[in-house]
């Protein structure tokens, strides 16, 4: 088991741009893959982003070209970049690592929310 660490969650305009930071306590190299999801009030949680071990990566359609996941093996990090953020954005946003054994850990969430 992992444990995970989200910060970088706030308020932001429409429009703007937030940077999620997602710490592992050990070596991200030493899990399956690790990434993104968002549970928006009302919603079932879904996926954002996801990267695996080998670095490939794989997004949500309809975010494709707003969001961008990248990791710093150096730091155990993992990080979501959104952009031209928008209202509907707004939700809890999870990391999740997966291990090899398929084992799932969750941080605890961290809150986006897009508003004017």
């Known amino acids: 088991q992992v444990q995970l660490v989200e910060s970088g969650g706030g308020l932001v305009q429409p429009g703007g741009s937030l940077r999620l930071s997602c710490t592992a306590s050990?070596?991200?190299?030493?899990?399956?893959?690790m990434g993104w999801y968002r549970q928006a009030p009302g919603k079932q949680r879904e996926l954002v982003a996801s990267m695996t071990k080998g670095g490939v990566t794989n997004y949500a359609d309809s975010l494709k070209g707003r969001f961008t996941i990248s990791r710093d093996t150096a730091k155990n990090t993992v990080h979501l970049q959104m952009n031209n953020l928008k209202p509907e954005d707004t939700a809890v946003y999870y990391c999740?690592?997966?291990?090899?054994?398929?084992?799932?850990?969750w941080g605890q969430g961290t809150q986006v929310t897009v508003s004017s």
């Open positions: 999740n690592a997966v291990s090899i054994s398929r084992y799932e850990s």
């Open positions: 050990r070596s991200i190299l030493t899990v399956n893959a």
